[in-house]
Each structure stands twice: as structure tokens, then as C-alpha cells.
């Protein structure tokens, strides 16, 4: 029929069988035309739907758009005239066949659905359509046969078809210049992402990558050469997708546990369902969680929601997988076409009769095989990194969206680092070696099997002779085994590691949230708060905290809220808060919380970000709040004001200076009810009233607010409308200030004894007129910071003063900081000016750029062994040695079919073969074994070096380098590169070598064999290093970016930890929500284009892989009289295998050079400079100090060189068993004092002598194990509470039992259910700030020092509780020199002598009895505190 069509021979063999081989013209006209033309059109109509479906605001014509329409309009032309010219030839006698009318009316069809298909894109954000540019690659391809044919009949002088002909090559002509023109991609203005509108061509093979990979070779890439990601891919549409899938996959997993929980409680507890009563028996509940207590203790985890997040991430993620599923299949079923193709150019090399065409034919399939299978690859490996990224992004941000929901939160002890760190470089170690046994026999897997295979084909039939066909089409099938079985080891550890991580994550993910349920919010309510018999508790397995608490607030009222250090003050609030767990009742709440925490919460940014907390910036509203919260002051010493950076958790302010910015931000919220947390316990009596007055009390600025107030400052009460007085976590008393004194309850009681421990001061401060010294207000004294663990002083941003007395009270001076504060707010373009010297305080994090250094690969392999390292590389190339021998002796063993026939094969020659083809088997997988194992031992060599000098030297680091640098920095080293140094570099490392000598190897046999392939391999190998220098200055630089984008999210996610309560409190979730989205986008986007960048690298890479494999089937084409088939077998399953092996080789040295970076920062902090070394070769005498003398002569001091001084000269000698109070205002020096005694800052003149001996002179840990501090704010650890009090187990459980009951302590220890094995939490946060104070009092106690300073140790306790600790102190360190700091001048009037700080400088010493005398300083304060004479203080 298609004979008839096309008027001549559609098809006949007799034309391939002939050196010059050609297609019949009727096959080619039909068929090779059909083809794209059928594909076309049958797609055509989907795609524009998807174009109406998906359409965008048009777009503007450019040029690539009018040339591409100009071709295809000009093939139009082209087809409607070759019809024109099949119409006037034919003269109605049929002489013209009917295919002449055919394809042309097709192709007008088919042009016209073009021209209209192309100027539908103008709709969409890429402009090039895959459809499109696969049928021009058809149409192209299948044109060449017809172009060739034509070609040869006019060589041949045929002339008859000539206008036909030409009409033709001039089509096929501007066929390859459209394919030519969809290569290049169109920019869209809604888009600066090339990858967006890239065309198929530039996306298939990372093209569209090319001018950032140029970028990065010219200069450094910054964060902003990266581009943004796709809408699709950011993590907030990730999360919404993957969160819609979670509810109903949790759901049902949930309803599985109960179901098993059921089950398990029937079973296990009918007796004594029995016994229960009725209010008891709550659907089983009480059973259930008896059985999930008993089950955790037990160690087994089968209570929560299993299986369920791989689930909801296959239906988030499924059409990737199915995209990446399709290509591999594709990918696999093509790799098995190399095997066939090799048999046929062996049997080609060996028949000599085979036309040269047929091998050309071969090495033409070979290339476009190997460029398929690349492509699918490259595409493959795309997309399952897209996906990892994808579900790294989702996890992230999902484990960050629970804890701003979840309260559980339990990080480790830093003390068991080294023991952690011992155990986990044991288990890498185990691992490592378990991996090396599982490759060395996966190794010799293939090398087992083609022995055994070729052993049992030549030993089952005599008549069978081992040939080149069968050994190379066979070793080649087995070399397909040989790269999944060298990953198997990594797969398997993968998935365990993956089914570990999944666990954890479904056990946190799919832990209940927090019932918050019994927290109800009324807006048609008479009462703003109402306990209505709530009890409440921290924990489950406890015993309720807040019990049958029954308590109305009514809207505008101001509640204090008063009681003993652990009476459950801060429990109630946190209730309210929806922080705890609800046991029974409810709390009914009217209106929106703002929320002052007793520890207060600052995020490192600006204070004045601080204080507006995401609201937006109401100027007279904002200058009054810093007014009212006796801000003012501070902003005048500051650097930078508001604008001052204050470090992570506010490292560099004080307590007083955190409390007033925390109180500052609650007030300058608009909320209805505001819940204050003792937020007068950091200030002095001074200042707490100026607070009172203008913020909380009745004419403050929250006057007509609900407020709760939480405070130990007994003389504020008389001013509020209700007092709550709780015991242990019920109410006592309640009522007004008159009525309980007039009650002479409990509150009488307390408020009695209180006076008389406080004397007048209380009164005193009531009654002064609260308006006489505003304009003179400066906090009088300075707060102490909260950074205990390291003694932290405050820093120059809050320290570092030049105002004197006199300045500081001028009124004039105060009216001008407000104006230059208003000038510079209203003016917000003057904010970027430049910066003040000491304003900005955490340094931009530090990127290398450039090539890494030499030295750091060196400090590498140092650290691994240079001795490991000799046996490694020896190892490996006997491995490379022996795998070109076993390819040699097979070449020579096949070219024995040639010498002998079946019959008379001899058997020794048979044995000799198989003997030594399995014997260097045998010898690779030895010394694979060899290397890996010494390679597992040096790699966790080096691990462990490089995280005991990174911690060593953490730890040694100064405090400024604290305050400078944010903790994910430091986090990211420990976790993230000591993570990259564990298990990634030593794996790149290893395979780098394996590849490198297995790509010299298999280039050495080749050019033994055809010597030739050496000007194939010069210029390939040129090309290929050009390319790997191109793209490793982008690949590395990314990976340092990533790095540093990485460290945000850490900080970000641990200052959120931290903040967790005033963050829900404040209702900010959806805030810190975005931020964290937005810094995992940052990172993201690092990560993807470092992605895109190994496939940019790996595409072109295998081209080169692919050329090699191409030029090696060529030349045994071209000199096939020359070459045997055993010798072409040998040379092609090389060359085959080189293409995986140079691609991975790449991937390995570009993996070492972004992998090391890891090494590179872990070493910059390595190099951070230490402070004075531990312990110096002058040791002070035994017993030092004996006395506790101490002396300053001329003591200096600056917090960093380029700074001015702190103190300025101290010249005092405090004598054996003093007791010295330190008093001074803001700024005066204070905790700077006590920081010089630690040497937390090194003297910038002067010395300080403690018995004689200058601290300078003796190591750090000599002179601080000699010295005790009581700090204000207490830090404890994650640990017993035993840990806590004695660290390194130098006392008897007597000894603690003793001191506990020193600190008021021990009934409280004695009724845990543990004891002093009580498990105290991060930071002793299941403890009151009260008890932690006690507990470090106790550590005092038990150190037994003969110098104690007390850093406001007494400020966040109870006075009846501060009594108690004062006298402790007195009679327990009595024969101890003190120094005191303190806000309550109270607590020092009974001190030896009294030291008055202003300015750095020392301006009053003596005894407080002469002080007062004086008109100085000390009295002006003794006067506003109340206090006249010693005697009028029982202290």
C-alpha cells in the first residue's frame, strides 16, 4: 500500500547489505516524517491545555521570540510552495505519487499549530516548551537520513527532483537553526531565576548554571549572587503541604496507639479497674498513663505514633519520586544495552567481512546510549537531592513549629561532651570497620563471580573455550555490579540512620501538644482572669504545683502576688500562660497577655528592636516608655543608644538593664492584661520605685490595665488593690492591704517580721515624694549580668561610662538625649549613619574565599597519621596494580580461543588461568580490606584530634569571644562540621584515591593497547581540568556559604527555646515562624545551587566520560585490521567503565575541596585566642590564701584595646576577714570589680595581690578554684542535683545534707522522691529562681573558700528568706574575707568598711558609721534608701 503511496520501494533489506548502506525513499518520506510530525500532534492539544491552565500575565515580545516565529513562518512559505509546484506538475494522469501531496498540506498544518503554540508561550514563565524542542530534535534526526539520501543521488548526477531537493535542504536548514535557537533561554521580568525560564535543553543539561559557575571562577560568590528559590520549593509551601498530609496520617496513627493502649489496659489491669470509684474511672485514663509511666521506665518507646511520617512525606513529596523512580529505570534499562553493543563491535573486531559501516553504526549507538543514560542520571541525581533538601527543609521548620506549640525540651549536659564524644568516635570506629568487612566482600562479589562463572563455563563442556565475546560481554555485566554493591555498605547505614532519625522525629512530632484547653478566652466576660479550682502541674508524673487555686480578677485591678521562695508565685502565672498541665479546672481569661518573665528573655539585635518586639514604631509612645522604664540613662552610656547591639540572651547588659528592656517591651504592647514576674527584683529600691510609679503603680502608664504583679517588695503593697499571699501552691490569704493587716494573719505576720528585718528603708521609700528626683534618676546601682557560669561581666556596650555624678543628674542633660533620640528616630534614613565605636557587637561571621589552603589538607592528614596514610595509599595501589593484571591476564587468557580449540585445550594451561584470575581477585579485595580498614582507624585518628583541640580551645576561649560570637556558630562547628569531618571526608577522601588510581589504571590499559588513545586522552584531559578549576571556585564557595547561613538557624531556633514563654505569651508564634522560614530559605537556596552545581560539573563530565568511550569504539573501527577482538573487548569494558569512575572521581574532589572547608572553620576556631593559660609553671604556696588579704595598686582595666578604661586606678587593701560592701551607680565599676578577681578581663595596669602573691602571675584555674562566688543569677546544669552541688565528687553526702541545711535547703531535697539524685533540667528550670539561689549558696557553703563574693546574691528571694542567708553567711564565712555587692543597702550596713565606686575610680572607702557622717555619696544614698545610721537596720 505505502508502495502505491509513494510510487516506489517502501522497503527492502538489499539496501543495508552493501558498503555504502541507505534507506528507500518512500521508508524515509513516511515513516522518518511521521514520526515527529505524529508526536506533535498527538500532544499538542494537553499542552495547550496546560498552557490555558497555568497561564500568566502576557509577557513582552522579544527577539528570540520573533526569529523563532520568522523560521517557522518561513517554513510555512517553503511548504505552501513545494505544494504549489506538486500542483502545476501534475497533469491529472497520476503521474505524481501521493505522498508529494501529503507531507506538505501536513506541514502547512503543522507549522500553523507551531506559530500558534510558540505565541501560547508568550503566557507562560518559561517561553521554551520540552514538547517543542523534542519534536525539533526528532525532526532533525529523522530529517538526516532523507538529507543524506538526497546528498548521494545528486553526487550521482541524478538532477530529476532538483526544486524538490532544494525545497528540502533549505527546511532542514532552518530546522537545525530553530533546534539551534530553542537552546537558548528567554528572560521573564517576573523572574531573576534563570532556572525558571531555562529551555529544555539549557535545563536537561544544567546550562542555564553557566554564568554563576563564571562568576565564582572571577571572584568570590556573596550570599546575593545566589539566587532565590521557586515558590514551589520554599519552605513555607513545603510545610503547609506536608502539614495537610501529617493531621490525617497522625490521626491514625494515634488511633492505632490507642487502640494498642486499650488493649495493653484491659489486659493487664481488670482487677483493678475494680477498685476504682467513679470520679476515678475517666474512660481507663488513669491506667492507660500508669502504663505509658511504666513502659518509659522500662526503656521500651512503643507509645507514640509510629509509621506515619514516611507516609506524609511519600504523599508531599510523590511526584518527585515518581519523576526520579522513572528516570532510573530509564537510566538502568540503557545500561544494560552497553554489554549487547560491546558484543557486537567485539564480534564486528573479529569479522573481518563486517562492513565498516556497522562499526561506525556502533560507536555512534554507544555515544548517544551513554549521553541518554547521563542525562537521565544527572537528572535523576537532581531531583533526589531536590527531594532530600525538600524534606530537609520540611523537617526543620516542622521541629521548629512544635516547640513553639510542645514544652518538653531536653538538650545535653556540656560537662559529658568528652565522654559522649569517646563513646560516639568508638561507635564511627565500629562502624567503619563493619563497613570495610561488608565492601571487602561486596568488593569481591564481582571478582568471585566472573572466576566462578568463567571456571564453571569451561569446566562443564571441554568444548568450551573462554573467547572475547563472552569473557568482556561478561566482565562488563559484572562491572554493573560492581558501583551498587561498593554503595550497598552506605545504603544499608543510611537506612539505619534513617529509620533511627524517623523514630525520634515521629516520637517528637507526634508527641500531644500541650493541652492548653483548660486555658479558656472569654471576650463577653465581667472578670479579666478567673481561677476556677485550677490545679495545675510541670509534670505527670508530680504532684500538682498550683492546687484548687479559686481566684477573680476583675478588669483594671492590680494584684500582687506574694509569698516564700517556692510557693508556687511564678507556677501560677506560668498557669495562666497555658505553660503547665492542667490536672482539673480551668482558667478563664478576658483579653490579650502581655507577659514580663522573672528571668528576663532578650534577643540579640538592637535594644530598640527589643522593646518594639515586631510592633510598629509609635515615636511619643516609645520616648515614654523609655522614660517610665528608666531607660533614658542607659541609652546616654550606651554606644549607639537604642540603636546598640545587645548580644545573644543580652550578654552584654546587666540584670537591672535586661528586667527594665523586658518590662519596657510588655509595656509598649497594647494588651489588656499584664503578668509581671518579680520585675523589681534586679533593681535597686531607687529605681524599683521610679518603676512603680510611672509603669505599674496606680498612676503609671499601665493604669487602667490588668495587672499581676509577682514582687518581694513589700513596700509597693499599700499602693495595690489586691494582695494574694501563696503557700505552697495554694491560696492563703487574699485580699486588700488594709484588710489583711486588719485580719493579723498570716501576711500580718510576714509584713511584721519583714520590718524589722528592714528597718525604716521600706517606709522611707513609700513615703518620699515620688516626683522630686525624676529628672535626677539614674539607677543606683549596678546590676549584675546573667552569664554566672563564666562569671560574666557586662561589656563596654553597657560598662564602658564617662559621666560623672553631677552630669548624671542635670535635667538639662536628660531633655537633650530625648531631643537627639527624637531627631534620630524621626529621621530614619539618618539610622544607617555610620557607626559608633563599640555599637555593633556580634562581628559578621568570617567567609574564606579562594582556593583552601594547603596547610589545612596537611593538618588533615597530620592528624590522621602519616604513617596510616603510607600503608592506605600502599594498599590501594596493589589493589590498582592487581586490577590491571586480572585485565591483562583475561585479555591473554580469551586470545587462547584462538590458539587452541576445545578439544585440545590443556588442562594446566586451563587451572594456570583460572588460578591466577581468582588469585589477583583475591589480591584487590585483600588490600581493599587493608585500606579501608587503616583508612577507618586514621579518619576517627583525625575526628578525635580535631574535636579535642576545637573544645580544648572553646573552652579556653576569653569571655569577649563569647559575647561576640552567637552560639549556632559555635553549635554549627561542633555539630555540623565535626559531623562533616566524622563520616563525609574520610568517605571522599577513600573514594577520591580508589577512583583516581582506577581512572590511571584503566587509562594506562587503553593506551597499552592502542597507544593512539593518548591524542585522544591530551586534549579530553586538558578540557576536563579546565572545567573541574571552573566549577570547584563555585562549589566551594557555596559550601562556605552554606556553612554561614547555616549558623543563623541555630541561633534563631535556641534563642526561641529560651523565649518560648514570653513568645506564646505575647501570641508573636506566626512572627518567629516566618523568621525561622526565612533563614532555612537562606540556607536553602546555598544548598540547591550547590546542588545544581555538582550536576552542572557532572553533565559536562560525562560528556567527557562519553567522548572517551566514543573516540576508544572509533579507533577500534578505524584500525580494526590491526586489532584483535580480545583486544577491543579489553580497551571498550575499560572505556566503559571509565565514565562512572571519572564522574565519581569529580564528585570526589570537588566533595574534598568543599569538605574540607569544614576542616578550615573548625581550625579557625582552633586558632581563636586563649585567655591566660590553666595552670603556669608558678604555682602559689600550698594552702594559698591563708589569710585573704587583698590588694589593689593602681589597678586598670579595659574590656578590649581599643576601648577607653573601666577602672581607672583602684588603690585599696582589704585585710583578712573583712566584710566589704561595694555600692556605686549604674556604670560605676561594680561587677567589673569582682570579673578583675576572676581575671574574666586581663589588667591594663596595676596588680591585684591576694596573700601576697600577684593573680597575674599564676594560672587561671590556681586562682579561681581559690575563689567562691555567689552570683545573682544562678546557673545550674542539666544533672543531678547532687552534680550540681559537687561536680567532681569531693564530698560525702553528709558534708552536702549539712550545707544544704545551711541554705534553708534540706526539707526541701528531703521530700523529692529522689533526693539529691533529683534531676534538675537545663538551667534549673524546674526549680524557682529562688531555691537555684539557695542551691548556689550551698555550693558555697561546701567550697569552703577563704574569699566569697556575694554578687547581689539575695535579689530574687523573699526578705524573710534573705534574713535567713544573711545570717548563714555571717556565721558560716566569718573567717572568710567577703565582698558584697549590692542593691539593698540593708544587706551591707553591717559590713567592715564600705567601698563607694563612681566613674572607674574609687571615690569613697571607710566604715559605714564615717560614711554617713560624710556628706558624700554613700550618705546621699543611705538618705534615699532611709537609712541615717547604722543601727537603723538590724543588718
Not at 478563664?588 to 518586639?613: C, E, H, M, R
Not at 523589681?680 to 493604669?703: E, T
Amino acid at each position: 500500500m505505502l508502495e502505491k503511496f509513494c510510487n516506489s520501494t517502501f522497503w527492502n533489506s538489499s539496501f543495508l547489505d552493501s558498503p555504502e548502506a541507505d534507506l528507500p525513499l518512500c521508508f524515509e518520506q513516511t515513516v522518518l516524517v511521521w514520526i515527529p510530525l505524529g508526536f506533535l500532534w498527538l500532544l499538542a492539544p494537553w499542552q495547550l491545555l496546560h498552557v490555558y491552565r497555568t497561564k500568566i500575565n502576557r509577557s513582552s515580545i522579544t527577539k528570540l521570540y520573533l526569529a523563532k516565529q520568522v523560521l517557522v513562518g518561513f517554513l510555512l512559505i517553503l511548504a505552501a510552495i513545494e505544494l504549489a509546484l506538486v500542483l502545476t506538475e501534475d497533469s491529472g494522469q497520476a503521474t505524481v505519487p501521493a505522498i508529494r501531496y501529503t507531507n506538505p498540506s501536513l506541514y502547512l498544518g503543522t507549522w500553523l499549530l507551531v506559530l500558534l503554540f510558540q505565541h501560547s508561550r508568550l503566557w507562560c514563565v518559561q517561553k521554551d516548551s520540552w514538547f517543542l524542542s523534542l519534536f525539533w530534535i526528532l525532526s532533525v534526526l529523522c530529517g538526516v537520513f532523507q538529507f543524506q539520501t538526497l546528498i548521494r543521488a545528486l553526487l550521482k548526477g541524478n538532477n530529476s527532483n532538483l526544486a524538490y531537493s532544494c525545497l528540502f535542504f533549505i527546511c532542514y536548514a532552518l530546522n537545525v537553526l530553530i533546534l539551534i535557537l530553542s537552546a537558548f533561554s528567554e528572560k521573564d521580568d517576573s523572574s531573576n531565576n534563570p532556572s525558571f525560564t531555562a529551555s529544555f535543553l539549557s535545563s536537561i543539561t544544567f546550562s542555564w548554571y553557566d554564568s554563576i559557575v563564571l562568576k565564582g571562577y572571577k571572584q568570590p560568590l556573596t550570599l546575593e549572587d545566589v539566587w532565590d528559590l521557586d515558590e514551589n520549593i520554599k519552605t513555607k509551601t513545603l510545610v503547609s503541604k506536608f502539614e495537610k498530609y501529617m493531621a490525617g496520617e497522625l490521626q491514625k496513627a494515634r488511633k492505632a496507639v490507642q487502640r494498642r493502649q486499650r488493649g495493653r489496659a484491659q489486659g493487664n489491669s481488670r482487677d483493678r479497674l475494680h477498685g476504682l470509684n467513679k470520679n476515678q474511672s475517666q474512660s481507663q485514663d488513669i491506667l492507660v498513663l500508669e502504663d505509658v509511666k511504666k513502659k518509659e521506665k522500662s526503656g521500651t518507646t512503643e507509645n507514640f505514633p509510629k509509621a506515619w511520617l514516611v507516609k506524609t512525606l511519600f504523599k508531599t513529596f510523590y511526584v518527585i519520586l515518581l519523576k526520579s523512580f522513572l528516570l532510573k529505570l530509564m537510566h538502568d534499562l540503557l545500561m544494560f544495552l552497553n554489554p549487547q553493543l560491546l558484543k557486537l563491535l567485539i564480534s564486528f573486531a573479529n569479522n573481518r567481512d563486517a562492513y565498516v559501516w556497522v562499526g561506525y553504526l556502533y560507536s555512534v549507538l554507544f555515544f548517544v546510549v551513554a549521553l541518554i543514560q547521563s542525562l537521565c542520571l544527572q537528572n535523576y541525581f537532581q531531583l533526589c537531592f531536590m527531594l532530600g533538601t525538600g524534606v530537609r527543609a520540611t523537617i526543620m521548620a516542622s521541629v521548629y513549629k512544635k516547640i513553639l506549640k510542645y514544652f518538653a525540651w531536653e538538650p545535653s549536659f556540656k560537662k559529658q561532651v568528652r565522654e559522649l564524644r569517646k563513646k560516639e568516635l568508638k561507635n564511627l570506629l565500629t562502624l567503619g570497620q563493619m563497613q570495610t568487612i561488608m565492601i571487602f566482600f561486596l568488593y569481591l562479589s564481582p571478582v568471585l563471580v566472573s572466576v566462578i562463572t568463567f571456571s564453571v563455563y569451561i569446566l562443564v563442556n571441554s568444548n568450551n573455550v573462554l573467547d572475547a565475546e563472552k569473557a568482556f560481554t561478561s566482565i562488563t555485566l559484572f562491572n554493573i555490579l560492581r558501583f551498587p554493591l561498593s554503595m550497598f555498605p552506605m545504603v544499608i547505614t543510611s537506612m539505619l540512620q534513617a529509620s533511627v532519625s524517623t523514630e525520634r522525629l515521629e516520637k517528637y512530632l507526634g508527641g500531644d501538644d500541650l493541652d492548653t484547653s483548660a486555658i479558656r478566652h472569654e471576650y463577653n466576660f465581667d472578670k479579666a482572669v478567673q481561677f476556677s479550682e485550677a490545679s495545675f502541674t510541670w509534670d505527670r508524673d508530680l504532684e500538682a504545683t498550683i492546687r484548687d487555686v479559686n481566684l477573680d480578677i476583675m478588669p483594671g485591678q492590680l494584684v500582687a502576688v506574694v509569698g516564700t521562695v517556692g510557693s508556687g508565685k511564678s507556677s501560677l502565672m506560668s498557669a495562666m500562660l497555658g505553660e503547665m498541665e492542667n490536672v482539673h479546672g480551668h482558667i478563664t481569661i478576658k483579653g490579650t497577655i502581655a507577659y514580663v518573665p522573672q528571668q528576663s528573655w532578650i534577643q540579640n539585635g538592637t535594644l530598640k528592636d527589643n522593646i518594639l518586639f515586631g510592633s510598629e514604631l509609635d515615636e511619643k509612645k516609645y520616648q515614654q516608655v523609655l522614660e517610665a522604664c528608666a531607660l533614658l540613662p542607659d541609652l546616654e552610656v550606651l554606644p549607639g543608644g537604642d540603636l546598640a547591639e545587645i548580644g545573644e540572651k543580652g550578654i552584654n547588659l546587666s540584670g537591672g538593664q535586661k528586667q527594665r528592656i523586658s518590662l519596657a517591651r510588655a509595656t509598649y504592647q497594647n494588651s489588656d492584661i499584664y503578668v509581671l514576674d518579680d520585675p523589681l527584683s534586679a533593681v535597686d529600691a531607687h529605681v524599683g520605685k521610679h518603676i512603680f510609679n510611672k509603669v505599674l503603680g496606680p498612676n503609671g502608664l499601665l493604669k487602667g490595665k490588668t495587672r499581676l504583679l509577682i514582687t518581694h517588695s513589700i513596700h509597693f503593697l499599700p499602693q495595690v488593690d489586691e494582695i494574694v499571699v501563696l503557700g505552697n501552691g495554694t491560696i492563703l490569704e487574699k485580699g486588700s492591704y488594709s484588710t489583711l493587716l486588719a485580719k493579723k494573719g498570716l501576711f500580718a505576720k510576714i509584713l511584721k517580721t519583714s520590718k524589722k528585718q528592714m528597718g525604716l528603708e521600706g517606709e522611707a521609700t513609700v513615703n518620699e515624694d515620688s516626683e522630686e528626683d525624676d529628672c535626677g534618676l539614674m539607677p543606683s546601682v549596678e546590676e549584675i549580668p546573667e552569664e554566672v557560669a563564666s562569671l560574666t561581666m557586662r561589656r563596654e556596650n553597657s560598662l564602658h561610662r564617662t559621666l560623672s555624678h553631677s552630669s548624671r543628674s542635670s535635667s538639662r542633660h536628660r531633655k537633650s538625649l530625648k531631643n537627639s533620640l527624637k531627631t534620630r528616630n524621626v529621621n530614619t534614613l539618618k539610622e544607617e549613619e555610620e557607626l559608633v565605636k563599640g555599637q555593633k557587637l556580634i562581628k559578621k561571621e568570617f567567609i574564606q574565599t579562594g582556593k583552601v589552603k594547603l596547610s589545612i589538607y596537611l593538618k588533615y592528614l597530620r592528624a590522621m597519621g602519616l604513617c596510616l596514610i603510607f600503608f592506605i595509599i600502599i594498599a590501594y595501589v596493589i589493589n590498582a596494580v592487581a586490577y590491571i593484571g586480572s585485565n591483562l591476564w583475561l585479555s591473554a587468557w580469551t586470545n587462547d580461543s584462538k590458539t587452541y580449540n576445545g578439544t585440545n585445550y590443556p588442562a594446566s594451561q586451563r587451572d594456570l588461568r583460572v588460578g591466577v584470575y581468582g588469585a589477583l581477585g583475591l589480591v584487590q579485595g585483600v588490600f581493599v580490606l587493608i585500606g579501608n580498614l587503616c583508612s577507618a582507624r586514621a579518619s576517627t585518628h583525625a575526628s578525635n584530634i580535631l574535636h579535642k583541640q576545637l573544645l580544648t580551645n572553646i573552652l579556653r576561649a576569653p569571655m569577649s569571644f563569647f559575647d561576640t560570637t552567637p552560639t549556632g556558630r559555635i553549635v554549627n562547628r561542633f555539630a555540623g562540621d565535626i559531623s562533616t569531618v566524622d563520616d563525609t571526608l574520610p568517605l571522599s577522601l577513600r573514594s577520591w584515591l580508589v577512583c583516581f588510581l582506577g581512572i590511571i589504571s584503566t587509562l594506562v590499559m587503553i593506551c597499552m593497547a592502542t597507544p593512539i588513545f593518548i591524542t585522544v586522552i591530551i586534549p579530553l584531559g586538558i578540557i576536563y581540568t579546565f572545567v573541574q578549576m571552573f566549577y570547584v571556585a563555585t562549589s566551594r564557595q557555596l559550601k562556605r556559604l552554606d556553612s554561614v547561613t547555616r549558623s543563623p538557624i541555630y541561633s534563631h531556633f535556641s534563642e526561641t527555646v529560651s523565649g518560648l514563654s514570653v513568645i506564646r505569651a505575647f501570641e508573636h508564634q506566626q512572627r518567629f515562624l516566618k523568621h525561622n522560614e526565612v533563614g532555612i530559605d537562606t540556607n536553602q537556596k546555598c544548598v540547591f545551587s550547590w546542588i545544581v552545581s555538582n550536576r552542572w560539573l557532572a553533565v559536562r563530565l560525562e560528556l567527557i566520560g562519553n567522548l572517551i568511550v566514543f573516540f576508544a569504539s572509533v579507533m577500534m573501527v578505524i584500525y580494526r585490521d590491526t586489532l584483535s577482538g580480545d583486544t577491543a573487548g579489553f580497551v571498550l569494558s575499560n572505556a566503559l567503565n571509565i565514565t562512572q569512575t571519572l564522574n565519581w572521581l569529580v564528585r570526589m574532589t570537588s566533595e574534598i575541596e568543599t569538605n574540607i572547608v569544614a576542616v578550615e572553620r573548625i581550625n579557625e576556631y582552633i586558632k581563636v585566642e586563649n585567655e591566660a593559660p590553666w595552670v603556669t609553671d608558678k604555682r602559689p604556696p600550698p594552702g594559698w590564701p591563708s589569710k585573704g588579704e587583698i590588694q589593689f595598686n593602681n589597678y586598670q582595666l579595659r574590656y578590649r584595646p581599643e576601648l577607653d578604661l573601666i577602672l581607672k586606678g583602684i588603690t585599696c587593701d582589704i585585710k583578712s576577714m573583712e566584710k566589704v560592701g561595694v555600692v556605686g551607680r549604674t556604670g560605676a565599676g561594680k561587677s567589673t570589680l569582682t570579673n578583675a578577681l576572676f581575671r574574666i578581663l586581663e589588667a591594663a595596669g596595676g596588680q591585684i595581690i591576694i596573700d601576697g602573691v600577684d593573680i597575674a602571675s599564676i594560672g587561671l584555674h590556681d586562682l579561681r578554684e581559690k575563689l567562691t562566688i555567689i552570683p545573682q543569677d544562678p546557673i545550674l546544669f542539666s544533672g543531678s542535683l547532687r552534680m550540681n552541688l559537687d561536680p567532681f565528687n569531693n564530698h560525702s553526702d553528709e558534708e552536702i545534707w549539712k550545707a544544704l541545711e545551711l541554705a534553708h535547703l534540706k526539707s526541701f531535697v528531703a521530700g523529692l522522691q529522689l533526693g539529691l539524685s533529683h534531676k534538675v533540667t537545663e538551667a534549673g528550670d524546674n526549680l524557682s529562681i529562688g531555691q537555684r539561689q539557695l542551691l548556689c549558696l550551698a555550693r558555697a557553703l561546701l567550697r569552703k573558700s577563704k574569699i566569697l563574693i556575694m554578687d547581689e546574691a539575695t535579689a530574687a528571694v523573699d526578705i524573710e528568706t534573705d534574713h535567713l542567708i544573711q545570717t548563714t553567711i555571717q556565721k558560716e564565712f566569718s573567717h572568710c574575707t567577703t565582698i558584697t555587692i549590692a542593691h539593698r543597702l540593708h544587706t551591707i550596713m553591717d559590713s567592715d568598711k564600705i567601698m563607694v565606686l563612681d566613674n572607674g575610680k574609687i571615690v569613697e572607702y571607710g566604715t559605714p558609721n564615717e560614711l554617713l557622717k560624710n556628706s558624700g555619696p554613700f550618705c546621699l544614698m543611705a538618705k534615699e534608701a532611709g537609712i541615717e545610721n547604722v543601727n537603723s537596720t538590724s543588718l
